[in-house]
């Protein structure tokens, strides 16, 4: 069995102290491959080298919409960077309107200058959006005019609309530690709605554990626990699930390649 961990910050100080603990506890756990997203510019040297440096390793480039307004990446560097090996993916960008730590017009002109990019170099716009799921899709929508676009809404947490806009626009969501948590019933009733062929699981170490970790660092061998819990809601064995959102992993992000396939 191989599952993937879409979304981790391995460079992050819980973590990447204890790097090669923490890529070996994954695959251990049957987590062969892992994306480690890039929020800012001063993360993506350390991400960079380590996805070089490691089999079953990617890495994104982007600026985090908390970062919008002092961490700008103009479209050309976007293009730079999203060029290089073992860059899959353009991101995390998008919205987050509960903490507002950037303004709100610069983190939505950051976001479509991340699609923009991503759409130019066709690799898929890794998104976070909470609490601003109406300006996420109008700006979607907005882009999408000008051309189609690879997208994921990464760490799923919004409204069950938004996971049927998803579906009717053939956008992957990604499950994180969110979804096993006891009073995430709304993000659950998102995720019966999404086809098996939209769904793919992560961690977003070190945060949100999943249970019965929660409140504690979370590492990508986490993962496998987030599979076996939606696996469960989805009613279907964790080998399928597994399976599913491995292929659909490699089907969105088709710079990545199949590096490290174990057998069972």
Do not use: W
Not at 63 to 72: E, G, N, Q, T
Not at 100 to 117: G, V, Y
């Amino acid at each position: 069995m191989v599952i993937v961990d879409s979304h981790c910050h391995l460079d992050d100080e819980r973590l990447y102290p204890d790097v090669a603990g923490v890529v070996e506890r994954a695959r251990a756990a049957g987590v062969q491959y892992m994306q480690s997203i890039c929020t800012t510019r001063k993360d993506f040297p350390i991400i960079h080298k380590l996805a070089l440096e490691n089999r079953g390793l990617f890495c994104s480039y982007g600026i985090h919409p908390h970062h919008a307004d002092d961490d700008v990446a103009t479209y050309d560097e976007l293009i730079e960077h999203g060029r290089l090996p073992k860059v899959i993916g353009i991101g995390e960008t998008g919205l987050d309107y509960f903490y507002d730590n950037a303004p709100r017009q610069m983190q939505q002109e950051s976001f479509k200058t991340h699609i923009r990019a991503a759409r130019a170099l066709d690799l898929p716009v890794i998104i976070h959006t909470r609490s601003a799921d109406d300006d996420t899709m109008a700006i979607m929508d907005e882009m999408r005019a000008e051309g189609p676009f690879k997208a994921l809404f990464h760490c799923f947490s919004s409204s069950a609309r938004l996971a049927d806009y998803a579906v009717e626009h053939g956008i992957y969501v990604s499950a994180s530690g969110i979804v096993t948590f006891g009073k995430a019933e709304e993000v659950r009733a998102g995720f019966r709605r999404v086809p098996l062929g939209l769904l793919m699981v992560e961690t977003d170490a070190p945060y949100l554990a999943p249970m019965p970790h929660r409140g504690k660092t979370c590492e990508p061998a986490h993962t496998v626990l987030t599979a076996q819990f939606l696996a469960d809601l989805k009613h279907v064995p964790l080998a399928t699930l597994a399976q599913v959102t491995t292929d659909n992993f490699f089907r969105l992000f088709s710079k990545a390649t199949r590096e490290c396939e174990v057998s069972a």
